[in-house]
């Protein structure tokens, strides 16, 4: 069936460097990727998304990158600070499923002091 | 900003009861979903409603109903609660279908134990 799911379950980086999480996707009928962030106790935070006409797309200090030759999502964090510390979930929606989204199952970012 | 409210953050209720999670969201948004959460799963969509009075069902909506009486209001209900039940239950809201490529908007969750 159709999933979508993620390279690393946990993610350590240090603080002051970049990150990148990591999504791989199998439905090629995808047209719409968000990034969600959630800390402990909280719900899912949207992050940024992306439409499937894009490649590429900028926020505050987070880029998402698309690549749908090998159907694979990725978020940067540039400068990364403690407060990302988190689980990041990806989630797509498919063509013809209304606002249904499928999530991955989340990698969790720890940043180092 | 938008802002999705779940009326409790955590509930203990026993095997059997009939247990009300309520949602209540305050940017006129037209879907509104119900979602469970546990380790190793991810979301897992339960119902959704594109409107009130609507209802469709998600992945998972066995144990489960929902009321919408009101476009700000969503109710999941477990008619009887067992223990497999027990999960962080987590309301979203979006804007309906003029609005096609719109995220989700989240509440904190309800933490439920079925004991």
């Known amino acids: 069936g159709e999933s979508v799911g993620l390279h690393l379950p946990t993610l350590s980086v240090q603080e002051g460097d970049n990150s990148i999480i990591n999504c791989a996707y199998s439905?090629?009928?995808?047209?719409?990727f968000i990034w969600y962030k959630q800390e402990s106790g909280k719900g899912p935070q949207f992050i940024i998304d992306?439409?499937?006409?894009?490649d590429k797309r900028q926020g505050q200090r987070v880029t998402v990158l698309l690549n749908k030759t090998v159907k694979h999502l990725s978020l940067q964090i540039a400068a990364t600070q403690p407060g990302d510390s988190a689980v990041y979930f990806c989630?797509?929606?498919?063509?013809?499923?209304?606002?249904?989204?499928?999530f991955g199952t989340g990698t969790q970012l720890k940043v180092e002091l | 900003d938008v802002k999705v409210t779940q009326s409790s953050r955590y509930l203990v209720k026993r095997t059997g009861e009939k247990v009300f999670l309520e949602c209540v969201q305050d940017?006129?948004?037209?879907?509104m979903f119900w979602y469970r959460q546990d380790p190793g799963l991810g979301l897992r969509l339960i119902y959704f409603?594109?409107?009130?009075?609507?209802?469709e069902k998600g992945d998972i909506p066995e144990g489960y109903s929902v009321s919408r009486e009101k476009k700000e209001r969503f109710s999941l209900i477990l008619e009887s609660a067992s223990t497999n039940q027990t999960s962080m239950y987590l309301c979203?809201?979006?804007?309906?279908?003029?609005?096609?490529?719109?995220?989700?908007?989240f509440g904190n969750g309800t933490r439920l134990t079925v004991t």
């Open positions: 979203a809201s979006s804007l309906g279908e003029s609005s096609y490529n719109s995220p989700l908007h």
């Open positions: 439905n090629s009928a995808s047209d719409y």
């Open positions: 992306i439409r499937s006409n894009m």
């Open positions: 989630a797509e929606k498919s063509t013809g499923g209304g606002n249904k989204l499928t």
């Open positions: 940017m006129d948004h037209e879907n």
């Open positions: 409603s594109y409107d009130v009075k609507m209802k």
